[in-house]
């Protein structure tokens, strides 16, 4: 019976110990969630903290919205920072889909496209990044190769974060002799889900024109366009 009592209060000792980890998390006023052990507290001079892969990192007293220290979770990977670090030079390389909506002259656009796209570009800061892109679109019977700024804002650059995007660029014919391509351009929104400060998934939805002539056929037309990717 004792030795039953005791298994007892080890089992409960060690479940209470568990529940008791914790784990010291900042967060900064750009959306940023830092995790790890506090190295110096906050003070009018910022804080410093240690992350769980042992980065320092310091952060003066205007960059922080407050520091807590929370309940640590078991799982290592959600211990990391996570949120995209939105500095300097980025690469988005995504796949799309487009759906035709409206007319193409008298018909309706009952068209679609395949394509890849990938963008090389700058945060300027946390909340735009700016890029030209490049990429190709089978529309089927023939291809064009769109070459184009673009453009990105995010009102905050959170762990889940908004984004809205516009482009404006040419549809090249060059891969088809009797295709002459012309001017595209774009809108839309999405997401964006950060995996480290160095990776995140993107999705987007958006509307997207696109002037072209086969032949001596116009196929100026609109799509909407689904697209999902990756961002470096």
Excluded at 10 to 15: D, L, N, R
Excluded at 206 to 211: A, T
Aim: aromatic share 12%; proline share 2%; hydrophobic share 40%.
């Amino acid at each position: 019976m004792k030795t039953i009592l005791l298994t007892l209060i080890m089992a409960c000792s060690a479940i209470w110990a568990y529940g008791q980890d914790k784990i010291d998390v900042v967060y900064l006023k750009d959306g940023r969630v830092v995790r790890g052990s506090i190295i110096k507290p906050l003070d009018a001079d910022g804080v410093q903290i240690m992350t769980t892969e042992s980065d320092v990192y310091t952060f003066s007293a205007d960059e922080v919205s407050r520091v807590a220290r929370e309940e640590m979770q078991h799982d290592n990977l959600k211990n990391k920072v996570f949120v995209y670090k939105g500095q300097g030079y980025t690469n988005i390389t995504s796949l799309g889909y487009g759906f035709g909506v409206g007319t193409v002259g008298d018909a309706d656009n009952n068209e679609d496209y395949f394509a890849i796209y990938t963008v090389n570009g700058f945060h300027v800061n946390r909340n735009i990044s700016l890029g030209v892109g490049i990429g190709i679109e089978g529309y089927g019977d023939y291809e064009l190769v769109p070459l184009y700024a673009d453009v990105r804002v995010y009102p905050s650059l959170s762990e889940w974060a908004p984004f809205f995007y516009g482009n404006l660029g040419f549809g090249l014919g060059v891969l088809e002799k009797n295709t002459d391509g012309g001017l595209m351009a774009g809108i839309g929104g999405g997401i964006q889900r950060s995996v480290s400060p160095n990776l995140a998934f993107v999705g987007a939805l958006g509307f997207r024109y696109q002037e072209n002539t086969v032949g001596t056929t116009e196929l100026n037309a609109s799509y909407l366009q689904l697209s999902v990717g990756v961002k470096f």
